[in-house]
């Protein structure tokens, strides 16, 4: 590193932690976390930091809103052990999870475009419910191979009140019909989007209230929106830690 840590202005703890709201003891902790550089001592023993922390600090907090609170600390940590090339790569795992995700939405407008119910075999006699597909519904097995998920998840589902397939009177087997199918798969891509199972449900809820996919538009807005900031996020992240480490040299 070509900067003595503790050259420069002189700052105490609650010096770098007013400015961003923060609590002394979080200085400490973003210290002792590795987030910051280590911190230079008085002849009593007192923290202090010079504007080379102020800048970790700033980058950091720049980084939590769009890699997180883990991800952020490993990429500072990576930098201050001067290995650059770890946080890098950090750096560019978020950025192909933000384009996944991405790809992840277009695949749920795609799915609400395109939900027309799939033909499915007539089950045969001596058949397999976990295998094929009957003429008014399809059963669990393929149903989840179709959707790439374990039937258990599907049964998972069900508890939540994502999927309410009907039981076969003759052999109890459960059968999904097309608006369970439409469900399944728009529970299937919203949980690719980062949703939890309680926030599934009441969507799905009201499109069977409304007897369509309208009020999902709602939701995908929100989610877009929640892309695109993560995104900006990530650019101002990236002019925080770039300052940060020109000033370490």
Same mark, same amino acid.
């Given at each position: 590193?070509?900067?003595?840590?503790?050259?420069?202005?002189?700052?105490?703890?609650?010096?770098?932690?007013?400015?961003?709201?923060?609590?002394?003891?979080?200085?400490?902790?973003?210290?002792?976390?590795?987030?910051?550089?280590?911190?230079?001592?008085?002849?009593?023993?007192?923290?202090?930091?010079?504007?080379?922390?102020?800048?970790?600090?700033?980058?950091?907090?720049?980084?939590?809103?769009?890699?997180?609170?883990?991800?952020?600390?490993?990429?500072?940590?990576?930098?201050?052990?001067?290995?650059?090339?770890?946080?890098?790569?950090?750096?560019?795992?978020?950025?192909?999870?933000?384009?996944?995700?991405? $790809?992840?939405? %277009?695949?749920?407008? *795609? /799915?609400?475009?395109?939900?027309?119910? =799939?033909?499915?075999? &007539? @089950?045969? !006699?001596?058949?397999?419910?976990?295998?094929?597909?009957?003429?008014?519904?399809?059963?669990?097995?393929?149903?989840?191979?179709?959707?790439?998920?374990?039937?258990?998840?599907?049964?998972?589902?069900?508890?939540?009140?994502?999927?309410?397939?009907?039981?076969?009177?003759?052999?109890?087997?459960?059968?999904?019909?097309?608006?369970?199918?439409?469900?399944?798969?728009?529970?299937?891509?919203?949980?690719?989007?980062?949703?939890?199972?309680?926030?599934?449900?009441?969507?799905?809820?009201?499109?069977?209230?409304?007897?369509?996919?309208?009020?999902?538009?709602?939701?995908? $807005?929100?989610? %877009?929106?929640?892309? *695109? /900031?993560?995104?900006?996020?990530?650019? =101002?992240?990236?002019? &925080? @830690?770039? !300052?940060?480490?020109?000033?370490?040299?």
């Amino acid at each position: 590193m070509g900067r003595n840590l503790q050259s420069g202005v002189r700052l105490r703890p609650v010096d770098l932690a007013r400015g961003h709201g923060l609590s002394t003891q979080a200085i400490r902790n973003y210290e002792e976390a590795g987030i910051l550089p280590a911190a230079g001592r008085t002849p009593h023993g007192y923290r202090t930091y010079t504007s080379l922390h102020a800048g970790a600090l700033r980058a950091f907090l720049a980084l939590v809103p769009g890699h997180g609170h883990q991800t952020a600390t490993s990429i500072m940590r990576a930098v201050n052990q001067d290995a650059a090339e770890e946080a890098f790569r950090l750096i560019d795992e978020s950025h192909a999870q933000l384009l996944d995700d991405r $790809r992840t939405l %277009q695949a749920v407008e *795609s /799915a609400l475009r395109d939900l027309e119910p =799939t033909p499915t075999p &007539e @089950l045969g !006699a001596g058949t397999e419910p976990a295998a094929v597909s009957g003429p008014s519904g399809t059963f669990i097995g393929p149903l989840a191979g179709k959707l790439g998920i374990r039937p258990a998840t599907l049964r998972k589902w069900e508890t939540a009140g994502l999927v309410r397939p009907r039981r076969d009177p003759r052999t109890g087997y459960r059968v999904y019909d097309e608006a369970d199918v439409r469900d399944a798969r728009l529970a299937h891509q919203l949980r690719r989007g980062g949703y939890l199972l309680e926030q599934i449900a009441p969507l799905i809820a009201q499109v069977r209230a409304a007897g369509g996919l309208e009020p999902l538009e709602a939701a995908l $807005r929100d989610w %877009q929106g929640r892309l *695109s /900031a993560r995104g900006r996020a990530m650019l =101002t992240g990236a002019a &925080e @830690l770039e !300052a940060y480490l020109r000033e370490r040299g």
